[in-house]
Nanobody, 116 residues
Framework: QVQLVESGGGLVQPGGSLRLSCAAS????????MGWYRQTPGKERELVAH???????SYAHSAKGRFTISADNAKKTVYLQMNSLKPEDTAVYYC??????????WGQGTQVTVSS
């Protein structure tokens, strides 16, 4: 059984920062990549940032220059540092883990609200 637990979401003013964390536990082996996605009501879940087992990162256009994804492989944790937040960043943020042999696992989501 694999569990992903996100934390760090909350309410922040425009221009503020948040750091999301996602800790994986259980039988998490052969991780190929980890990522952060977000979803707003009525819209499909979209990729925010992605990091491979080799540390190669990629970002959605909206996240470039403001968000930074990082991972601690020993702790099986992935982070998303979000700076210069905008109201349009408001969403439920989900982390995922892509494994080589067992497919993809998702966390339960954490709400991020950017509002004054």
């Amino acid at each position: 059984q694999v569990q992903l637990v996100e934390s760090g979401g909350g309410l922040v003013q425009p221009g503020g920062s948040l750091r999301l964390s996602c800790a994986a536990s259980g039988s998490v082996f052969n991780v190929n990549a980890m990522g952060w996605y977000r979803q707003t009501p009525g819209k499909e879940r979209e990729l925010v940032a992605h990091i491979t087992r080799y540390g190669i990162t990629s970002y959605a256009h909206s996240a470039k220059g403001r968000f930074t994804i990082s991972a601690d492989n020993a702790k099986k944790t992935v982070y998303l540092q979000m700076n210069s937040l905008k109201p349009e960043d408001t969403a439920v943020y989900y982390c995922n883990v892509v494994t080589v042999f067992r497919g993809t696992f998702w966390g339960q989501g954490t709400q991020v609200t950017v509002s004054s």
